[in-house]
């Protein structure tokens, strides 16, 4: 329920803010929403007591018209004032918010001034110079514009990693659940491991076809049957992702599997090396090559292989290929490593938030959570004092900070604390803090956050500078793009790279599904040089931990290997590696 409250209190201020309110009245809107996010206790309980105005305004940053708001969301599952302010609100104007780097003040403008009230207006008005003729619109702005509608297109439909894994394991545990089915699997693009996900693709086999085929399309968020068919189906869900199941033949799963795994790439790659060999390859198994056109299921030929993915690599004289590395690029002709970076195999997190900062939790309770999600290191890594939007501490602040961790680090069992920072790399590369208090760290951080839209060559250099300085651990997110809303930096990354070599750092894939920054062929070409890798979550609340296997899907993709994962060495090599210009 805090969630929801919180996303209300965030649209209540955005909408405030694009119909004119004053700013006051904004910010304590604003400030509601993150009030309620921290709280651990469920507000939608409180909120139906009989007291419930009294005890919501007895917590710090709630007043009493909030409390009336979270009381009426409570019980009737939404709030006047918000129904009224999005009927004020054209419906494209949502859209023209969502345009990376337009925040609502300036789109208000777009509004009032230039009557824009959609995309196309947005564009219809940069194209006829009437953007241009706005007071205080200058040409680089609407450049930039231009560029972020650009990018929002091209990211198109697509869900982010982290947005659809859930998803599809929810719709796998329900068709588990489902009287006669016996195997269900994920196959696709998110078996793969890729940042983006155009559709999810489900495999079951069962003993009653028509029943879980029934069952998929008539389940509870299904808004749309796009497909119904006995053994195909396709449904479209509330938000919008589509899912297509495929009912195979227990015998056939392996073939199956493969084929949906794809990616389409690596199948073709697959069947012109079956077909080398006199072989042939579908969906329903591998085949010898009776001469005959068609499909050799239809004419009763027998497989030679189809029940499993191991046993038809095998029979194409090739080792099982895991789901990350099936991109027809050369992993036929590489080894398969046996040691390639696992979730199981990471134990320290290197880069966190918490209160001091703009995370969630304190030190205590960071460090609870990390040790529960099986982390044996815990580098505390809050913002430096540039990230003033990140309540960044300066360094009065970072001392004490240091001093805290180091206390409770003492107190805590079982989890060895680090005191870090995540210091910013300014757009010239010069560190945030001073080397004398970089000195006083266990850890260092260096990530870029401002000034993403820098020439590739300044950011190259920028990066290069970070890389190189000795009491820099770790590059973070090292280009800072965010997946389908921000291009981030790009730097010419075999430079960034040989830097990072240099200095004995590690560039960072941060787990982070909006970011998997390195991302994948990044990841590959680091590897490829010898460049070390950290894996980390960036957690700024205790659910971010989970992240880590998407940082470690990416990792794979880019034949990541556990010994060039620092995360993954043994404490006091670890420990050793971080200290060794200290
Ligand atoms: P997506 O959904 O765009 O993120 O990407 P995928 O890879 O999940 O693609 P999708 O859903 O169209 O198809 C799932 C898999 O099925 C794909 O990875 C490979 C296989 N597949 C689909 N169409 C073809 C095809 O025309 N030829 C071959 N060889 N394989 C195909
Ligand atoms: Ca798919
Ligand atoms: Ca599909
Ligand atoms: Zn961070």
Redesign the pocket.
Same mark, same amino acid.
């Given at each position: 329920m805090n969630e929801d409250i919180a996303k209300i209190f965030e649209e209540l201020a955005t909408l405030l803010e694009l119909t004119g309110a004053n700013g006051f009245r904004v910010n304590a809107h604003s400030k509601v929403a993150r009030v309620v996010e921290g709280l651990t206790s469920d507000l939608g309980e409180l909120a139906r007591t009989d007291d419930a105005i009294k005890s919501l305004e007895a917590i710090d940053g709630i007043g009493k018209s909030s409390a009336q708001k979270i009381v009426e969301f409570a019980a009737q599952g939404t709030v006047t004032e918000l129904e009224k302010l999005r009927a004020s609100v054209p419906d494209g104007l949502r859209e023209v918010m969502k345009v990376p780097g337009l925040g609502p003040k300036t789109v208000r403008r777009l509004w009032q001034e230039a009557e824009i009230e959609s995309i196309e207006d947005l564009e219809a008005a940069i194209d006829d110079g009437r953007l241009e003729a706005l007071p205080r619109m200058g040409r680089k702005t609407i450049d930039n514009i231009r560029e972020s509608i650009d990018f929002m297109k091209t990211a198109g439909d697509r869900r982010r990693l982290g947005t659809a894994m859930p998803i599809a394991e929810r719709l796998v545990a329900a068709m588990q659940a489902i009287p006669g089915v016996r195997k269900v699997a994920y196959a /696709?693009s998110l078996r793969r491991g890729q940042e983006t996900i /155009?559709?999810l693709?489900l495999l079951v086999t069962t003993t009653d076809p028509t029943a879980a085929s029934e069952a998929f399309r008539t389940q509870s968020g299904v808004t749309k049957i796009l497909v119904a068919g006995e053994t195909k189906s396709s449904v479209r869900l509330e938000d919008g992702i589509q899912v297509?199941l495929r009912v195979v033949p227990e015998e056939v799963w392996g073939a199956a599997l493969m084929y949906f795994t794809g990616s389409k790439d690596h199948n073709v790659a697959l069947r012109e090396r079956a077909i080398g060999r006199g072989l042939r390859l579908n969906e329903y198994g591998l085949f010898p090559d009776d001469g005959e056109d068609g499909p050799p299921q239809q004419r009763g030929v027998t497989a030679i292989a189809s029940a499993t993915e191991t046993e038809i690599y095998e029979a194409l004289d090739l080792p099982w290929i895991p789901p990350e590395l099936r991109v027809d690029r050369d992993e036929f002709d590489l080894e398969v490593p046996d040691d390639l970076i696992t979730v199981d195999a990471i134990h320290a997190e290197l880069h966190s938030h918490t209160t001091a900062s703009d995370g969630r939790l304190t030190i205590d309770e960071l460090a609870v959570a990390a040790r529960t999600a099986g982390r044996t290191i815990l580098a505390i890594t809050d913002h430096s004092r540039s990230s003033a939007q990140a309540n960044g501490l300066d360094e009065a602040r970072l001392r004490r900070h240091v001093e805290a961790i180091r206390e409770a680090d003492a107190r805590i069992e079982g989890i060895r604390l680090l005191a870090g920072s995540e210091v910013d790399i300014h757009a010239d590369g010069s560190l945030d803090y001073d080397d004398d208090v970089l000195a006083l760290l266990d850890v260092v951080v260096a990530s870029p956050h401002a000034s993403l839209r820098q020439d590739p060559a300044a950011a190259t250099a920028r990066l290069c500078a970070a890389a190189r300085h000795p009491l820099v651990s770790i590059i973070g997110h090292p280009t800072g793009r965010l997946i389908g809303t921000r291009k981030g930096l790009e730097p010419d990354i075999e430079k960034v790279i040989a830097a990072a070599i240099e200095g004995g750092t590690a560039l960072e894939i941060n787990a982070n599904p909006y970011r998997l920054d390195l991302r994948d062929i990044h990841v590959r070409a680091a590897v490829d040089a010898g460049c070390l890798i950290a894996i980390n979550t960036d957690a700024h609340r205790a659910e971010h931990l989970a992240f880590i296997r998407y940082g470690v899907m990416t990792g794979r993709r880019g034949r990541l290997r556990n010994p060039g994962c620092v995360n993954t060495w043994p404490d006091q090599r670890l420990l050793d590696w971080l200290g060794r210009n200290r």
């Open positions: /696709g /155009g559709d693709d297509d």
